[in-house]
Protein backbone atom coordinates (compact mmCIF):
# COMPACT_ATOMS: atom_id res chain seq x y z
CA UNK A 1 0.00 0.00 0.00
CA UNK A 2 1.57 3.61 -0.93
CA UNK A 3 1.59 6.07 1.30
CA UNK A 4 -0.59 8.87 0.14
CA UNK A 5 -0.11 13.25 0.72
CA UNK A 6 -2.75 15.57 0.45
CA UNK A 7 -1.93 19.67 0.43
CA UNK A 8 -3.28 20.61 4.36
CA UNK A 9 -5.85 23.47 3.99
CA UNK A 10 -4.35 25.90 6.32
CA UNK A 11 -0.95 25.72 5.75
CA UNK A 12 -0.35 24.26 2.49
CA UNK A 13 1.91 21.89 3.55
CA UNK A 14 2.32 18.38 3.24
CA UNK A 15 -0.46 16.04 5.48
CA UNK A 16 -0.15 12.32 5.52
CA UNK A 17 -4.03 11.49 4.46
CA UNK A 18 -4.32 7.97 6.32
CA UNK A 19 -6.20 6.74 8.87
CA UNK A 20 -3.41 7.00 11.18
CA UNK A 21 -3.58 10.92 11.19
CA UNK A 22 -6.27 11.95 13.45
CA UNK A 23 -6.34 15.68 12.19
CA UNK A 24 -6.54 14.54 7.85
CA UNK A 25 -6.70 16.36 5.54
CA UNK A 26 -5.03 18.71 8.05
CA UNK A 27 -1.07 18.27 8.74
CA UNK A 28 -1.76 18.59 12.40
CA UNK A 29 -4.33 19.24 14.95
CA UNK A 30 -2.72 22.84 14.98
CA UNK A 31 -3.76 23.61 11.28
CA UNK A 32 -7.27 21.76 12.55
CA UNK A 33 -8.10 23.93 14.97
CA UNK A 34 -6.72 27.04 13.34
CA UNK A 35 -9.59 26.30 10.50
CA UNK A 36 -12.31 25.83 12.90
CA UNK A 37 -11.39 29.36 14.28
CA UNK A 38 -11.74 30.70 11.23
CA UNK A 39 -15.11 28.99 10.39
CA UNK A 40 -16.22 30.04 13.72
CA UNK A 41 -15.47 33.81 13.38
CA UNK A 42 -16.97 33.81 9.90
CA UNK A 43 -13.60 33.72 8.52
CA UNK A 44 -15.30 31.62 5.42
CA UNK A 45 -17.82 33.66 3.27
CA UNK A 46 -19.25 33.99 -0.11
CA UNK A 47 -19.76 37.28 -1.15
CA UNK A 48 -23.15 38.25 -2.12
CA UNK A 49 -24.06 41.54 -4.03
CA UNK A 50 -27.86 42.54 -3.14
CA UNK A 51 -29.47 44.55 -6.17
CA UNK A 52 -31.10 47.54 -4.45
CA UNK A 53 -34.31 46.53 -6.23
CA UNK A 54 -34.24 43.62 -4.57
CA UNK A 55 -34.19 45.03 -1.01
CA UNK A 56 -36.68 46.94 -1.96
CA UNK A 57 -39.36 44.72 -3.22
CA UNK A 58 -38.42 42.52 0.11
CA UNK A 59 -39.28 45.64 2.27
CA UNK A 60 -42.45 45.69 0.25
CA UNK A 61 -43.59 42.11 1.08
CA UNK A 62 -42.63 42.73 4.90
CA UNK A 63 -44.57 45.71 4.75
CA UNK A 64 -47.52 44.61 3.38
CA UNK A 65 -47.65 41.39 6.05
CA UNK A 66 -51.33 41.26 8.16
CA UNK A 67 -50.94 41.01 11.68
CA UNK A 68 -54.22 41.37 12.45
CA UNK A 69 -54.98 37.99 10.45
CA UNK A 70 -56.48 35.14 12.22
CA UNK A 71 -53.94 32.75 11.89
CA UNK A 72 -51.25 34.95 13.89
CA UNK A 73 -51.67 33.62 17.23
CA UNK A 74 -50.30 35.70 20.24
CA UNK A 75 -51.64 33.05 22.60
CA UNK A 76 -48.03 31.31 21.94
CA UNK A 77 -45.70 34.05 23.78
CA UNK A 78 -48.48 33.32 26.97
CA UNK A 79 -47.67 29.28 26.68
CA UNK A 80 -44.35 29.01 26.66
Same mark, same amino acid.
Given at each position: ???????CPTCKGAALYD? $??? !?????????? =?? +??????????????????? $??? !?????????? =?? +????????????
Open positions: MSVKYVTS $SNE !SRPFCSSRCQ =LG +DLAAWAADGYRIPVTIAPQ $SVN !SAVAQVDTVD =LD +DSSFSSDFFAQN
